[in-house]
């Protein structure tokens, strides 16, 4: 690799590599020390392709949510079953690695801004800007910077677009999905919004449970499903369908109440 060579987005890959070491070193505690992460399907990764890959998956902190994926997909591809035993898995990162955030979120800091340049695909929302709803059109330029991710790599999403639980799937993902056809892969944490703060960089709560499931990816007629069956795919597979609420302890359900009155709060 050539010490200048960038991506298509302008990122120097020798600049990024060294950033998600530093990052990862500084995190990995936060998912095997303060708190152990439980992975499950792990596998699944190591036999995807280098690109075109969409992963889907239900959010719960803007940050520790994406920073765990970067550990668990780098730690699979070097052999890892379910584990992030070991942090030398980051001493040669997939580099190609992209997620989906809003380009406010991206821009609020210095931190930020590093967090950025490691993969961010900022775009505008359209449903929600400086902390008010807002109704506007979505820019073809950022379907077309996703679209240029898929082409050089993995994507990261969260189709919800909130760290809320079991808020619409926005139909954009859907969209994106029928555009470029990728292999599309669910993801469903939990436990992160219990230990972390709503940015995901402070550990709130050590000792909790966070769970990790990699689900094999989605059989999708790209040609005949509409959107809406996509969406509603999607709404089973990260399991943020209306549905499941039924079956979550009454506990849980009053630690989210709560967690929710906090982040209409802040």
């Keep these: 690799m050539g010490l200048f060579k960038r991506n298509p987005f302008g990122h120097i890959l020798f600049v990024k590599k060294w950033l998600i070491r530093i990052l990862g070193a500084l995190t990995h505690r936060r998912f095997r020390g303060f708190n152990e992460l439980q992975i499950e399907g792990s596998e699944i990764i190591k036999n ?7 992963f889907i998956s239900n959010h719960q902190t803007y940050f520790a949510d994406v920073i765990s994926m970067f550990h668990v997909f780098n730690a699979s591809l070097s052999d890892r079953e379910d584990s992030i035993k070991n942090i030398g898995y980051l001493w040669n990162p997939k580099l190609n690695i992209y997620y989906v955030a809003a380009k406010e979120t991206m821009k609020s800091g210095l931190l930020p801004k590093i967090l950025a340049y490691v993969g961010s695909i900022s775009i505008e929302r359209t449903w929600r800007a400086e902390g008010k ?20 790599g ?26 470029y056809q990728p292999i599309v892969v669910p993801i469903v944490i939990d436990g992160f919004r219990r230990s972390f703060d709503k940015k995901g960089l402070r550990v709130k709560k050590k000792n909790v449970y966070q769970s990790f499931e990699v689900k094999e990816p989605l059989v999708i007629d790209y040609e005949n499903e509409s959107i809406s069956d996509i969406v509603e795919k999607i709404e089973y597979a990260i399991e943020q369908h209306p549905s499941f609420l039924k079956v979550i302890p009454q506990a849980e359900l009053e630690e989210k109440e709560r967690l929710n009155r906090e982040l209409r709060n802040w």
């Excluded at 995807?48 to 969409?54: C, F, G, T, W």
């Excluded at 807002?134 to 077309?144: L, Y």
């Design 48 to 54: 995807l392709p280098d690109n075109n890959v969409l």
């Design 154 to 179: 993995w994507v990261i999403t969260f189709p919800q677009g909130t760290t809320t639980p079991f808020k619409p799937i926005r139909k954009g993902t859907a969209h994106i999905i029928k555009k």
């Design 133 to 152: 709803n807002i109704n506007r059109q979505v820019k073809m330029s950022d379907i077309s910077s996703i679209g240029k991710a898929l082409d050089d």
